[in-house]
């Protein structure tokens, strides 16, 4: 069945389509930055799953610290804005990058993560084309086996060299721990934290994250700020982990069914172009919130293949449907624009400006 919404959406707008419900943004927005208030730690958002610089802004105005992005495109697009506190979490590397880094600190206050001393070795070439000094975090591994340090002491010897290098501050450390790791981490933190420290050097920045965390949130001693990012919309993955609720879901993809050609199986007009491929570890592709124990199955480029064998109510051709994605950040990354909804209004159109930055 097709809600009123939906059929709106569906004629002013087409199908498939990312709808994100305003007053859930800005529940989720308020919600996270009372969990940083209430823990005594700053905020500061990753924009990896919004990717708009009017949320950002948000995000600022109820409380961040700061904003949080994976790559240099992104934080140009946030810079230039007008958002001036923000950290590259990623490893940066190259002329090119080295260039624009410094343009990027010419007008805004940077801070970038490094892990390894090629990268630590190129940044002092962004200080310079900046004129002033760059501060960086040493990114840690505390148990993602992702990118990072591995041992207290490789994090030592990572923020000597950076508090060396000429234009270069050594600012703290970045960690990402599992949702069960903070034992771990906080060991791994001490440690590099006695080792600076014996230096002469000391962590302005402790910074953690992950939306998953939101249960740990504050259980670092001696954390300054968290990167909070799924959060903004969350997605079935979030609803899996504890950190949301199925109402926390400010997403939605609005899919047209095609085709019904036999009891037990239909087609939905969102295929991998759409809802990506991405399971995120669990069954089926996404929640259609009409039609819960229908199962998209698996996709073509432009077919998301259902099965209904355990659906007790199925949809017809013609039928529009809300599908919560298994993970938003990456179906995000796939529209030009959201279609933004207060209850049953519409409300307009968000562009998602940092789409496609990936270097």
Known sequence: MTTPLAAKIA?????????IDMDKVERNIARIQKACDDAGIANRPHIKTHKNPTIAKMQVAAGAKGITCQKLGEAEIMAN????????SYNLLGEEKMARLGALQAKANMTVAADNSTVVAGLPKAAAASGRPLSVVVECDTGRKRAGVETPAEAIALAREIAASKGLEFAGFMLYPTETGWGDAQKFYDEALAGVRADGLDAKIVSTGGTPNLVNIGKLKGGTEHRFGTYIYNDRMQVAAGSATWDDCALHIYSTVVSRAAPERGILDAGSKTLTTDTGGLDGHGLILEHPEAKIARFAEEHGFLDLSRSNTRPNVGDVVRIVPNHVCVVVNMMDEVVMVRGEEIIGTLPV??????R
Do not use: H, N, S, W
């Not at 804005?81 to 590259?88: E, F, Q």
């Open 11 to 19: 004629r002013e707008y087409g199908t498939p389509c990312a709808v």
């Open 81 to 88: 804005a007008g958002i001036d506190d923000i950290l590259i």
């Open 353 to 358: 400006a940092a789409r496609g930055k990936l």
